[in-house]
């Protein structure tokens, strides 16, 4: 479905599901509606996270992706029984240009690291993964930024997508020029970029919401893209090499969205 932008950005991690095939885990997040987030699982250790939200909101860096100029400078992680763990920018400095942190197992180890779209004024967008060391919170990986202000991505999705044990995360790099997906592996604690594939796209400038996603249909993971012209709805799967399939006319998001259920 559609990833709509709440701009109101407290997330509370559900719990997560795997493909009867793969280690594939989708973690579900909701929008909060009180400022606090509370486990449900009583069997979660006190530094686990367990939801996430942007905080400071600023208008310094004013590219308008999402359909406003507010972004926001800080991050609030949220951990099942210890003190949020805060992490802030300077006045000035990176934002988040984002709609809101995902709660996705890049790791593979069952538990949840923050997803988040970090912008550096000067460099443009990258994608970066805050996680635990130890009882600490940091930041575990991150793509190289775009190199450019005012480039951005757009998230798709996470999921061991070429059935090595590893998982991939993909996103569209800058969704309105250069239309590439790109896939990049974590593993040993670093990202490797596996596969570039131009001509799709999931955001239009303006829209306060991401199109397509990841779908597991019991063939192993897809994701769900439109074409970079914006005529096709298409889905991309791996079987020793990548697969594009055209699915269907695009019709407006609500395509994607519907490509999404199996």
Not at 6 to 27: C, D, F, K, N, T
Not at 42 to 59: C, F, K, N
Not at 74 to 103: M, N, T
Request: aromatic residues 8%.
């Amino acid at each position: 479905m559609a990833n709509k932008a709440p701009r109101r950005p407290l997330r509370r991690w559900q719990g997560w599901s795997r493909g009867a095939l793969m280690a594939l885990s989708l973690w579900l997040a909701a929008v909060g509606t009180s400022g606090e987030v509370r486990a449900q699982d009583q069997s979660l250790q006190p530094d686990e996270i367990v939801g996430a939200r942007y905080i400071g909101p600023t208008r310094h860096y004013r590219h308008g992706v999402l359909g406003d100029e507010i972004e926001y400078s800080g991050l609030r992680i949220e951990r099942a029984a210890s003190e949020p763990y805060l992490i802030g920018f300077a006045e000035g400095g990176r934002v988040f240009e984002d709609l809101a942190p995902r709660l996705w197992d890049v790791t593979g180890d069952g538990s949840p690291e923050v997803v988040v779209i970090e912008t550096d004024p000067t460099r443009g967008a990258q994608l970066a993964i805050y996680g635990l060391d130890g009882d600490a919170v940091q930041k575990i990986a991150a793509t190289p930024h775009i190199g450019t202000p005012f480039r951005w991505l757009a998230p798709v999705g996470a999921a061991d997508l070429d059935d090595d044990g590893h998982i991939e995360i993909a996103y569209i790099d800058r969704p309105h020029l250069a239309k590439t997906l790109r896939i990049w592996r974590y593993s040993d604690g670093t990202f490797r970029e596996v596969a570039a594939i131009p001509g799709l796209t999931n955001h239009r400038i303006g829209q306060d919401f991401i199109s397509g996603g990841l779908r597991d249909c019991g063939n192993g993971p897809e994701l769900i893209l439109a074409s970079g012209d914006w005529f096709r709805v298409v889905a991309l799967s791996y079987n020793k090499t990548w697969i594009k399939t055209d699915l269907s006319r695009f019709a407006g998001p609500e395509s994607l969205t519907s490509a999404l259920t199996c």
